[in-house]
């Protein structure tokens, strides 16, 4: 897989900068706008939604302002690399009030509270959507003017639904992930192919899924670990549906596994290195298997650039499962889990 973390730096460092315009708006709020109090503390943002990306991750506060902290893709104008950095939220720039981000590897997505798509970071493949490969270091508009009711970016592409349920994906095509039956890579964004009527899409590492209404689920792109779900490991161009007959309410896809919950019973497939599929096992599974626990769940979340999963039941108890290296999985150990265990409190 690509690793677009020692691409951005590069490009930034060779002077792309003087391309990209960066033009600042005065106007746009460059710290928390929470009041300092008497002692010069900064009150807590308040957020609504976070999106956690590779090495960065980014939220739209109460006040519908985006904010972004860690490596890349923070969307706050910074002049050189080493700038691109923040232990803490830092303002995104522009002055837009954003209904929902997404962070993904090296770049970020979000939609506008008018519904329109606007993205930043590395766009080496387009990720940007903008009809261009010149790297972001604010938000710029996705080409087309399309109001999205539904927007998620992957590792290096990113997907949206309109309001009329029609997906459009833009960015790395290299597997077909972008379901348009091409393995170009188009700036702007293309029309999944198909004519499914899509509720919302989800851009994983080199795959996507997608839902309609009824929770028929599809998935394209690349199938090595048999994460498209359609028993076979057979890369797909355009949208096919899962094996098996199920209709996920909820759906969520990782790098190499996808996962989802139908009826308070998560279903998770394909690569099962460290157990992130839940299912007792290592083995990749080429179509949906029960996660073995017998808990009811509202809810699942792969990880997006790893090999773990989490979900919230419907008690909202906090469960994890797979690699557990850096002590993931919240259960006090390193210990990788191959069914769900729960999250300790303190």
């Known amino acids: ?42 009150v807590p943002l308040s957020f609504r939604q976070v999106s956690m990306g590779y090495h960065h ?8 302002r985006a904010y972004c902290w860690g490596d890349g893709a923070l969307g706050n104008g910074s002049t050189a690399p080493v700038d691109d950095y923040s232990t803490k939220p830092v303002a995104v720039v522009g002055g837009l009030s954003f209904r929902v981000v997404s962070a993904g590897h090296g770049h970020t997505c979000g939609l506008t509270t008018d519904d329109l798509a606007y993205c930043w970071g590395f766009n080496g493949y387009g990720n940007l959507g903008d009809g ?9 508009p996705v080409a087309g003017g399309r109001h999205f009711r539904q927007l998620r970016a992957g590792d290096a592409h990113t997907c949206a639904v309109t309001w009329s349920d029609v997906a459009f994906c ?12 091409t393995t170009h890579g188009p700036l702007k964004p293309v029309r999944v192919a198909g004519g499914l009527l899509l509720r919302r899409v989800l851009a994983g590492g080199s795959h996507t899924c997608g839902s309609t209404s009824g929770g028929r ?14 028993g ?4 797909r161009l355009t949208p096919v549906p899962i094996h098996g007959g199920l209709f996920f309410q909820q759906l969520s896809t990782g790098y190499h596994h996808s996962c989802g919950v139908t009826d308070h019973r998560a279903y998770c497939w394909g690569r099962n290195r460290y157990g992130a599929l839940g299912d007792g096992t290592f083995t990749r599974r080429l179509t949906p298997v029960a996660v073995s626990s017998g808990l009811l769940f509202a809810s699942v979340n792969t990880s997006g650039f790893g090999n ?12 994890c499962w797979g690699s557990n290296s850096r002590g993931q999985l ?15 409190g303190p």
């Open 308 to 319: 773990s999963t989490c979900g919230v039941t419907t008690g909202e108890r906090a469960y």
């Open 232 to 235: 076979t490991i057979t890369q």
């Open 1 to 42: 897989m690509k690793n677009i973390g020692r691409i951005l730096a590069p490009m930034l460092a060779a002077g792309l900068l003087g391309a990209l315009g960066c033009r600042e708006d005065p106007e746009s709020p460059t710290a928390p706008e929470s009041t300092p109090t008497p002692s010069t503390a900064a």
């Open 132 to 140: 261009t490969r010149i790297t972001r270091l604010q938000p710029v």
């Open 170 to 181: 833009w960015g790395d095509n290299t597997y077909g992930q972008l379901g348009d039956g």
């Open 217 to 230: 689920t599809y998935c394209w792109g690349d199938n090595s670990y048999g994460q498209l779900g359609d």
């Open 330 to 344: 919240g259960d006090g150990s390193l210990t990788d889990r191959l069914t769900p265990v729960a999250v300790v």
């Open 57 to 64: 991750a980014c939220g739209v506060t109460t006040a519908d």
